[in-house]
T-cell receptor
């Protein structure tokens, strides 16, 4: 399958902003997703962005999409300890409803 | 409540002993998948199913089987487990439209 790349680890102080980056491969993707995995749990959809958008804001979350560079980022404002988790970007790839996930970025929030 | 359930949540077994991990969803989704999660590798798709009796290989299908006799159930079968199948397994079902994936809680498997 196609490779969706993320850095593996990010550490920030509580109250700072976090920026998690992702590089995807399929320029024809209709949507791009961010999933969150809390310790001991499955993944949950955090947010998504349509490919015809450059930015989407949802409370503390801002998603930026640079289609030219195939770069997706997730910014979390005022990061809290409850934001500590693994964050996966994902894109539809290949055929019917197949989704390819990145390697995941583990966010550690230091109190 | 919309959910995906998996059983068992934890399983320790020995090499070669057949096992089945069940998965069930109550959202009437047509598309379901199995993934394994390993450190540094993210989620890799094992098998997926587009509807009843329609299944296909994902990226890492070797050593696994699936079946889809009913829309709500999608069991994962390991006929002869080996230690390299020690992993965290997730079942997911996908909504139409935005293709949101709903994940089960995971099954942690240890093959000795």
């Amino acid at each position: 399958g196609e490779d969706v790349e993320q850095s593996l680890f990010l550490s920030v102080r509580e109250g700072d902003s976090s920026v998690i980056n992702c590089t995807y491969t399929d320029s024809s993707s209709t949507y791009l997703y961010w999933y969150k995995q809390e310790p001991g749990a499955g993944l949950q959809l955090l947010t998504y962005i349509f490919s015809n958008m450059d930015m989407k804001q949802d409370q503390r979350l801002t998603v930026l999409l640079n289609k030219k560079d195939k770069h997706l980022s997730l910014r979390i404002a005022d990061t809290q300890t409850g934001d500590s988790a693994i964050y996966f970007c994902a894109e539809p790839a290949g055929g019917y409803q197949k989704v390819t996930f990145g390697t995941g970025t583990k966010l550690q929030v230091i109190p | 409540e919309a959910q995906v359930t998996q059983n068992p949540r934890y399983l320790i077994t020995v090499t070669g002993k057949k096992l089945t991990v069940t998965c069930s969803q109550n959202m009437n989704h047509e598309y379901m998948s199995w993934y394994r999660q390993d450190p540094g590798l993210g989620l890799r798709q094992i098998y997926y199913s587009m509807n009843v009796e329609v299944t296909d290989k994902g990226d890492v299908p070797e050593g696994y089987k699936v079946s889809r006799k009913e829309k709500r159930n999608f069991p994962l079968i390991l006929e002869s487990p080996s230690p390299n199948q020690t992993s965290l397994y997730f079942c997911a079902s996908t909504s139409a439209g935005v293709k949101t994936q709903y994940f089960g809680p995971g099954t942690r498997l240890l093959v000795l």
